[in-house]
């Protein structure tokens, strides 16, 4: 048992062949056409389609499915005969979903890809190269026009029942389209210019114009993007206001997928590339043989895999790396009182292994265990994750606090938000406190140091706590704030990149 006067929560990680996965070619991509388009329904993990044709031109279109995590994909569509290339591809869910190419040619499946119907999409159109949804009801498709007074951009909110053209700003030939969050999008096309849109698509404006060929974007939220183009990729931090340049050899950059912890891939011709701290810095993730594939698209599965489609069927396949995280609920509890873990980690986890220093029971092997803990003191807990191979393990230091709680009501843990988050300068608290009622606010980074200190005390009428954080380097912090009422409450808060 440990002094209770120790505050200090130490995150300590240990991983064993945890982060070694590369790109592999998966078993069987069930053809030798271009694979333009890919995508994975959310919420699973097994099911997963690809679009493309035959050569670069228009030519004997072809859709392929995954049922197995993608190891193995088999030709769905066409049945027989041949069909109008395809360039995209958006599954809603695991039957319902859409694809376009060529020749004005727009799909739609409800029976997961057993059989499709042409539906009206937009009109004038040469042929569509991206789509993508939302959420079950919205979504956008991209198309290459046949004039240059359309709009080359179309938008759907009732599931893609029906779709109406754009109002303004896409007269342009679009490349690629993607959502930033339920109201922004962005996309790239001809003339190197970046456009933004804040109302679902219906009205566009030139966010960025750095010339040349833009073929590719990806946001993983409303503040972080990447941009895929000829020898050049292009991130932003700040929705779209300013943007860091990264140079390469010379490959254009189609395949782009971005995620919110600062982690972004775009693959191009053989290679792709990868970035951890929000595009400060690109490094190669894989370098492919000369004339190896030219890639397209990059997307991730539910549970963190990731795959990049290319020319000659090729899909190559990168196991998300087994990473232990999780949370506790409350960490400050009375003698006697339980708390409820909850796994948080990432990767194809199939088994869990905890550690509950004083706790009972004292071990357990269930993904989110209900511990007791009958002693006062204040505890570490530990959790081992694999997938039957590789293995990761994280310990909280301190991070169970039990107190004898006599004559004491019991706690209320304090709730509070956190806006933005990711943030660049300025973090806005809000929380709900009493008239009196005294805060303490922390911020630590990962190791344990505190960065950031903040006390005070409730007005009654909501609080909104603002601290300027401008000053910490880009990366990943734990915020605790505790209450004379009640015990600690942890939030994990993202600083971007300035």
Known sequence: MKKLFTFLITIILIGGNAFAQTWEPVNNSGTSFILYGLSFPSNQNDIGFACGMRYTYDADGVIVKTIDGGDNWTKIW???GTISGLEGIWFINEQLGFAGGWNNYFIKTTDGGASWTEVSC?????????????????????????GETDEAIFITSDGGDTWIPATSGTQVDIQSVCYADDNTLF???TGGKVYKSIDGGHNWTVQYSPGGTLVGVDFANASFGVVGAEEYIYTTVDGGETWN?????????????????GTAYVAGDDNIYMTTDFGETFLPDHQGAYGEATFYRVRSTSNGNLFASGSGGTILRKTAPIIADFTANPTTVCK??????TDMSSGNVTLWNWTFEGGNPATSTAQNPVVT??????????????DGINFHSITATDMITVDDCTGITENRLPVFTLYPNPGVDLLNI????????AYTIV????????????QGRGSGNGEIVQLNVAELPAGSYIIGITTTSGGTSFRKYIVAKK
């Open 245 to 261: 340049t990264t140079q390469t050899g010379y490959e254009f950059f189609f395949g782009v997928k971005a995620f919110e912890n």
């Open 187 to 189: 996309a790239v096309g």
């Open 373 to 386: 803990y009958n002693e006062t003191g204040i505890y570490d807990v530990t959790l081992e994750v694999s």
């Open 430 to 437: 809000g929380l709900q406190l009493t008239k009196g009622e």
């Open 122 to 146: 937009g009109t004038n159109v040469f042929y569509y190269v991206d789509v993508v949804f939302r959420d079950e009801n919205n979504g956008v498709a991209a198309a290459m026009m046949e």
């Open 78 to 80: 066409p049945a027989s």
């Open 443 to 454: 911020i630590r980074n990962l190791p344990g140091q505190t960065v950031s200190y903040r």
């Open 336 to 341: 006697d009182a339980s708390v409820a873990f």
